[in-house]
């Protein structure tokens, strides 16, 4: 009879331990947001998302995040976005296990009229892309470029006949697009 006592208290003990397990369950789509959302970002400027699960509970472990558009919005696995070279909306996903929630995000235009952005954008942008920057016609070009290299802060990599070669941040890039004289940065 002790042991079968026995064995009821250890059989008791085990299934206590196995209710109270601290496993997390997977969230299902429906339980996950994207915070903030929507959010509006600047240029060179970062921001950092979160996800949250059911009862507002942010999830840290195990989320993916992807943009899509990385060459507006990049996203790292931390879920710490920058704005990168161009404007326009970008949707910011979350994925933990099989579910996801999605938010908003954009950058807005730095100037009402910005110089055309042309080019393939890299799929992995970094800080700093190399860029061709063309003027309007009729202007100096060694003078400009002297000048703006020194009042925004960039180094010129190779002075063309129309404009310049130079690694840019994306604020830089973005100062750029609003000179009036600038028409057009290619990505290099």
């Not at 240029?43 to 699960?53: I, W």
């Not at 009862?55 to 060459?71: N, Y």
């Not at 807005?108 to 063309?134: H, K, M, Y």
């Not at 020194?150 to 130079?166: K, R, S, Y």
Request: aromatic share 6%; net charge negative.
């Amino acid at each position: 009879m002790k042991n079968f006592a026995k064995i009821l208290t250890l059989s008791a003990v085990l299934a206590f331990v196995a209710c109270d397990s601290t496993t997390p369950t997977a969230p299902a789509s429906g339980d996950l947001e994207v915070v903030p959302n929507p959010a509006v970002m600047t240029a060179g400027k970062t921001r950092q998302f979160t996800v949250t699960g059911p009862g507002g509970t942010t999830i840290t472990d195990g989320v993916t995040w992807q943009s899509s558009a990385p060459h507006i919005i990049s996203i790292s696995s931390s879920g710490l976005a920058m704005g990168m070279y161009e404007h326009g909306n970008v949707t910011i996903q979350a994925s933990v296990g099989t579910a996801s929630a999605s938010g908003s995000a954009n950058v807005p235009a730095a100037c009402n009229a910005p110089a055309e952005l042309q080019g393939t954008p890299p799929s992995q942008p970094e800080t700093s892309q190399l860029f061709e920057v063309q003027f309007e016609s009729g202007v100096d070009v060694a003078s400009r470029t002297a000048e703006l290299a020194q009042q925004i802060g960039f180094l010129v990599t190779e002075t063309t006949a129309t404009g310049f070669l130079a690694s840019l941040s994306p604020q830089q890039t973005n100062t750029l697009r609003c000179v009036e004289d600038i028409a057009l940065l290619i990505y290099s």
